[in-house]
């Protein structure tokens, strides 16, 4: 429920403060939430390419971590 009113503070200091006219910030503040999509979004295709680029370096440091962790856990 913070995250919530946190969020709502948010959107309404970014409506207040933006110089541009209403419609556009109230487009801001619905795509607003986007964001954290675009970035997991944008991280996963970087480590599909990465995989690509470098197969070798990538299913070494997966192994190297997968060894770590049935170590650690």
């Not at 995250?3 to 619905?30: E, K, N, S």
Request: glycine residues 10%; proline residues 8%; hydrophobic residues 70%.
């Amino acid at each position: 429920m913070p995250y919530v009113i946190l969020y709502a503070l948010g959107v309404g200091l970014g409506l207040a403060v933006m110089r541009d006219p209403w419609p556009a910030r109230v487009a801001t503040a619905l795509v607003w939430p986007l964001g954290p999509i675009t970035f997991v979004l944008v991280i996963s295709l970087l480590l599909i390419v990465a995989t690509i680029l470098w197969p070798l370096l990538i299913l070494g440091s997966a192994a190297v971590i997968g060894a770590l962790g049935w170590v650690l856990f």
